[in-house]
């Protein structure tokens, strides 16, 4: 529920997004694989809804925050309040990210993974 999201999820999701280089994106669900389940939560249940929840931190997020590194599995970008999908295709061509003739973003070339080493010194081991 979008409501309970507790602030110490939206704080790790933008932990990490405000992390993505320029030119680089994550996946909803790449971001809340690495977020581990909230105590109150059931670890099966997390796994079906994080991305998710991923998405509704993302809706409230600061406007400082790169919100446009953050594309769906499918590599395409999903419309976020006030911003239709054009608003963030244009940011992320401007970060130099390139989109296929179907609208997709090469998740192999562009996608960023944090080391081993970030996510344990910011607790996301």
């Known amino acids: 529920m979008p409501s309970r999201l507790s602030q110490s999820f939206r704080e790790k999701v933008y932990l990490i997004v405000r992390a993505i280089p320029r030119g680089r994106v994550m996946t909803y669900g790449d971001i809340a694989a690495l977020i581990p389940p909230p105590e109150e939560v059931d670890w099966l249940a997390y796994r079906r809804i994080r991305a998710r929840w991923?998405?509704?931190?993302?809706?409230?997020?600061?406007?400082?925050?790169?919100?446009?590194?953050?594309?769906?599995?499918?590599?395409?970008?999903?419309?976020?309040?006030?911003?239709?999908?054009?608003?963030?295709?244009?940011?992320?061509?401007?970060?130099?990210?390139?989109?296929?003739?179907?609208?997709?973003?090469?998740?192999?070339?562009?996608?960023?993974?944090?080391?081993?080493s970030w996510r344990a010194a910011r607790g996301l081991l």
């Open 54 to 116: 991923v998405g509704y931190a993302l809706r409230a997020c600061p406007d400082e925050l790169p919100w446009q590194r953050v594309i769906n599995r499918q590599g395409r970008v999903s419309p976020r309040p006030g911003h239709g999908p054009h608003a963030q295709r244009t940011l992320l061509r401007g970060e130099g990210v390139i989109f296929d003739r179907l609208g997709r973003v090469n998740l192999e070339r562009y996608a960023w993974v944090p080391s081993e």
